[in-house]
């Protein structure tokens, strides 16, 4: 087994928008308000310019995409936020997530940010959890009605590290 994290590849941002509408959905029940949202994001990124303080990294796994992680910046220009972060199911407790959160750390703090935020939600046991122990905590938290597509409420969960 041979985890490889590294810069997403022209194209690939089709296999992150994809991946977060085949498994928020089969997983979660989250419906096109949360998936065309997070195709958006990853779509968008080989067109936008980015320096050093952005970067949409793979997880490759013996040659197959197993997930990803994005860099970016936000209106603050100390803080950054971690976005996209996916694994995919059968592929999750290998390391993969430990090793993609670890190179977008490593280059969060190499190009000065202070403070990461991030949001993610209730649902997300594993991904709260791996958060936590990597020093985030808690400091906002938003219903939201518009992802399930089983009408449950969604807590949206506003977390914050800082770095420095």
């Given at each position: ?14 296999y992150v ?15 096109p ?16 310019s ?13 040659g ?28 999750r ?16 703090r ?55």
């Amino acid at each position: 087994m041979s985890i490889i994290v590294r810069p997403y590849r022209s194209g690939e941002e089709l296999y992150v928008a994809d991946a977060h509408r085949r498994i928020y959905t089969e997983e979660y029940h989250w419906g096109p308000s949360f998936t065309h949202y997070a195709a958006e994001i990853a779509l968008s990124f080989p067109s936008r310019s980015h320096d050093a303080g952005e970067e949409l990294w793979i997880a490759e796994l013996d040659g197959n995409l197993v997930g990803s992680v994005m860099l970016c910046r936000t209106a603050e220009e100390t803080i950054g936020q971690l976005r996209l972060f996916l694994v995919e199911k059968a592929h999750r407790c290998q390391g993969i997530g430990h090793a993609l959160t670890t190179v977008l750390l490593e280059r969060a703090r190499a190009v000065g940010y202070k403070q990461l935020i991030l949001w993610s939600a209730s649902p997300l046991h594993e991904a709260l959890s791996h958060y936590e122990k990597l020093g985030f905590h808690t400091v906002e938290t938003v219903d939201n009605h518009d992802w399930s597509l089983v009408s449950e409420v969604v807590t949206e969960i506003k977390m914050v590290l800082n770095l420095m």
